[in-house]
């Protein structure tokens, strides 16, 4: 700032000088100077910046000259066409030397260049001074604008954070400011295009597996027919064709328990987890005994929740599935619950053999090393989906080859033990 403020006074000051010159070589016109010694036009008093300001009438050839008093000498600032700055033993001068259009002198217009740089230093303070007394106000209302324009982001970003993955509604425009309103309606045509693409995508799933229920249900019956009324070898392809259209209905009916996974509860209730696991259990214990399997089952009698009984069933039937269809045999599968984590545990035994990548496990059609066991694997993605239905979490963990489901109950449900 001080050095654009000392160029617009030099400017000014310069253009001053000009008019002086002009001024004083019109009015000298007609006169002309009287070969004699230099004449000192003595101070008056009147001001303090008098002898900061001088000027100079000589002959051409500087033998005589009419000089105010406190002006440097021709030695000290000789005279130079045009503007000059000048260093002399009584300090910095600025200087305009002028030949009028009769050649019969010339003049020096001087100003020494304290007298400009107080100006210039007034100048600066002057202007810096409400600045720096305003600027605390300044920054203050900055901030104020600023942390108020981007609350509102700040907002919409928690909104954000806390929504589902499968939730596409999209945000109300009441009272926003423009810009929140114009992120949001992006935001918006972005979600509604999202919730489109999947809802195709489910409805395609659901509608080929349903398409595919009744031919399969229908071949497998028709190869049923055929076994008695064809040789042995034949029977046998037809066993094969049999097995192989088992896992395709097998699959048809993943498909549709994913399709229905994906979407949320239309009903919920109070219910006892602990009675489903049992229930569950009771189906599957002969199961478990053609494998030589024993569980060992460790809950309270009551573990209270709300929530959609069909979901938690299906959630927790597929899990104890996976866990009787992946141990070996003759081994234990363990089913407890810690009232303090708030979480149930399924822990099952695996063979030195299995290669489990728990950070897959969930995936569609993942199933690792265990391609020769009957599934589908989707198993686990229905698991994910329900979980994300009823607020619970899922996790997996090898140790020691033992595999173990953690179910972590939904935080906000009031439970009774």
């Known amino acids: 700032m001080y050095v654009e403020v000392s160029e617009e006074v030099d400017e000014l000051f310069d253009a001053e000088m000009v008019q002086q010159a002009k001024t004083l070589a019109t009015l000298m016109r007609d006169q002309a100077l009287n070969e004699q010694d230099d004449v000192i036009i003595a101070a008056l008093g009147a001001h303090e910046y008098e002898e900061r300001v001088a000027y100079r009438m000589e002959s051409l050839n500087s033998a005589y000259a009419l000089v105010t008093m406190g002006a440097p000498t021709s030695d000290e600032l000789p005279y130079a066409e045009g503007f000059q700055v000048v260093q002399t033993p009584t300090g910095v001068w600025h200087s305009f030397g002028m030949t009028p259009a009769n050649g019969s002198y010339r003049l020096l217009l001087m100003q020494e260049d304290s007298f400009r740089s107080e100006l210039r230093t007034d100048l600066v303070v002057d202007t810096l001074i409400p600045i720096l007394f305003l600027l605390p106000f300044i920054l203050w209302s900055g901030w104020l604008v600023i942390n108020r324009s981007f609350s509102s982001f700040n907002r919409l970003a928690e909104q954000l954070r806390r929504r589902k993955s499968d939730d596409y509604r999209t945000f109300p425009l009441e009272h926003d400011d423009e810009e929140i309103a114009i992120v949001k309606g992006a935001l918006n045509q972005y979600v509604e295009r999202i919730a489109k693409t999947l809802q195709r995508e489910k409805r395609f799933s659901a509608d080929a597996a349903h398409e595919l229920r009744t031919p399969l249900a229908a071949l497998k019956t028709s190869l049923q ?53 049992r229930d569950i259990i009771a189906t599957q214990v002969p199961r478990a005994e053609q494998r030589g399997l024993r569980f060992v089952v460790e809950l309270p009698k009551q573990i209270g929740l709300s929530g959609a009984a069909d979901y938690w069933h299906v959630l927790l039937s597929n899990l104890i599935d996976n866990a009787i269809k992946y141990a070996p045999a003759d081994t234990v599968i363990v089913i407890d619950f810690s009232a303090h984590q708030q979480q149930l545990f399924i822990v099952n035994q695996i063979t030195d053999s299995a290669e489990v990548d728990v950070q897959r496990v969930g995936e569609r059609f993942y199933r690792g090393q265990h391609l020769n066991i009957k599934g ?4 686990a993605s229905i698991v994910a989906s329900l979980a994300l239905q009823l607020n619970a979490a899922v996790t997996y963990q090898v140790v020691q080859n033992q595999f173990t489901v953690a179910i972590t109950l939904p935080k906000t449900e009031e439970r009774s033990f």
Not at 248 to 262: F, G, K, M, Q, W
Not at 376 to 379: H, N
């Open 225 to 277: 027919n055929l076994q008695g009324s064809i040789t042995a070898r034949d029977a046998k392809q037809v066993e094969h064709t049999i097995e192989s259209t088992d896992r395709l209905i097998d699959l048809v009916e993943s498909l549709l328990t994913l399709s229905r996974a994906e979407l949320p509860p239309t009903t919920s209730q109070q219910l006892n987890l602990a009675s489903i696991v």
């Open 376 to 379: 589908s694997g989707l198993g």
